[in-house]
């Protein structure tokens, strides 16, 4: 299309073939009617951002309203069953709060074939990381990662020796991973089974375990080294999950009551079983066969049997 310059130009032309008379009115029409046609197209023109915004509106309004494009009916869901980022609390099992207990905490599923996890810190430099209490060892756990103070009892003393050799210390209290003068405690109702003394400054929990061929002291059985009071779950690889607490007590209870114990000393497995307790704290045995193995190792056939019936 011409430009009005151009047209402009060609008045002269226009005038000797059409017989117009090219003065200054006809001039001014033409210029007056480009102007017009200009004015027209305005305002279609700043209508453009506008009708832009308004869509980008519109559709963020959509995006927002649309219903959920999941597929109807019950989706999966998964409750856990121990939760011991709650190590500490004493509210109901599922309704626990985190309290000082960090990330990173186990936390046990339902599965009806659950797979092998082990919750002992592993071993370093040939020992595992432990406390000795005249002649008792606690293995440091990695689940919980911190636990509450007020999970603490009474004090069993300080670290008096700090050594890589643990089996070669005398008597008192001595560690490979609690530094010289820190206090160890008993762990409130736990009779025995778990110690707690600070690591780098964090709180950390020690179970109950055999060392150095060194499993049970005097006169003790597996319910000195195995608090089994406030039990609520237990999981057990490649076998279940048991998270009905009147269950889970009835099976620890038969195997406190019925195992016989084989050997002052054990070996870790590719199977375990998980004890949860009321507090968040999770206690663990291996399992080999019909055995547990954790201060000692025990045999309690009776307990797998019943632990098959009840998951029926």
Not at 97 to 103: G, I, K, R, S, T
Request: glycine share 10%; proline share 5%.
């Amino acid at each position: 299309m011409k430009s009005v310059e151009e047209r402009l130009k060609a008045l002269p032309q226009m005038a000797d073939s059409t017989g117009l008379q090219a003065d200054e009115a006809l001039k001014r029409k033409i210029l007056r009617a480009a102007r017009e046609k200009k004015e027209k197209k305005a305002p279609v023109l700043r209508w453009v951002p506008a009708l832009c915004c308004a869509v980008a509106i519109l559709i963020g309004v959509t995006a927002v309203s649309l219903p959920s494009l999941t597929p109807a009916g019950p989706q999966p869901t998964h409750v856990p069953l121990i939760d011991s980022l709650a190590a500490g609390s004493d509210l109901p099992l599922g309704n626990k709060l985190a309290l000082d207990v960090p990330p990173g905490s186990i936390t046990i599923r339902s599965s009806s074939n659950p797979s092998f996890r082990s919750i002992w810190a592993p071993a370093s430099g040939g020992n595992f990381p432990l406390i000795g209490v005249n002649g008792r060892y606690y293995r440091m756990l990695t689940n919980p990662t911190s636990i509450s103070s007020s999970l603490l009892g009474g004090s069993l003393g300080t670290v008096e020796h700090y050594t890589s050799e643990p089996a070669l210390a005398g008597g008192g209290i001595c560690s490979n991973v609690v530094s010289a003068g820190e206090t160890v405690y008993a762990v409130s109702g736990m009779n025995g089974a778990m110690a707690a003394a600070k690591v780098n400054g964090v709180l950390r929990v020690f179970q109950r375990v055999s060392f150095g061929d060194n499993a049970l002291v005097g006169g003790e059985r597996l319910n000195d080294t195995l608090k089994a009071g406030s039990v609520v779950a237990l999981e057990l690889t490649g076998v279940g999950t048991i998270n009905d607490s009147v269950k889970a007590k009835e099976l620890l209870n038969i195997l406190l009551n019925n195992a016989s114990f084989l050997r002052s000393g054990g070996s870790e497995t590719n199977r375990s079983l998980l004890i949860q307790l009321s507090s968040g704290l999770v206690l663990q045995m291996a399992v080999n066969g019909e055995r547990v193995i954790a201060c000692g190792t025990w045999a309690c056939p009776e307990f797998f049997d019943a632990f098959q019936e009840a998951l029926q």
